[in-house]
């Protein structure tokens, strides 16, 4: 059973950073690409990074330059490093693969 448990959440002021982590498990995590989406209030979910099986990433335009993602298959680890944050970054983060969402983790930038 595929398992995804994100972490790292908060409220944080603008121009701060955030680290969300997620976990996985019951899946082969190496074979997989990696994602985040987000979700905030009144949108719909959007794509933010994404880490394939061999490395290759993938941003929003929105994020570039921002964010960085990354993972470590020892273990099962998936990162989402956030600088510069921006209220427009405030959303509900989500990770995905192999077909599952996490539960998800507040990220809330506000003065």
């Known amino acids: 059973q595929v398992h995804l448990v994100e972490s790292g959440g908060g409220l944080v002021q603008p121009g701060r950073s955030l680290r969300l982590s997620c976990a996985a498990s019951?899946?082969?995590?190496?074979?997989?690409?990696m994602s985040w989406y987000r979700q905030a209030p009144g949108k719909g979910r959007e794509l933010v990074a994404r880490?394939?099986?061999?490395?290759?990433?993938y941003y929003a335009d929105s994020v570039k330059g921002r964010f960085t993602i990354s993972r470590d298959n020892a273990k099962s680890t998936v990162t989402l490093q956030m600088n510069s944050l921006k209220p427009e970054d405030t959303a509900v983060y989500y990770c995905?693969?192999?077909?599952?969402w996490g539960q998800g983790t507040q990220v809330t930038v506000s003065s």
């Open positions: 995905w693969a192999a077909d599952t």
């Open positions: 019951g899946f082969t995590f190496s074979w997989y690409a």
């Open positions: 880490i394939g099986s061999g490395g290759s990433t």
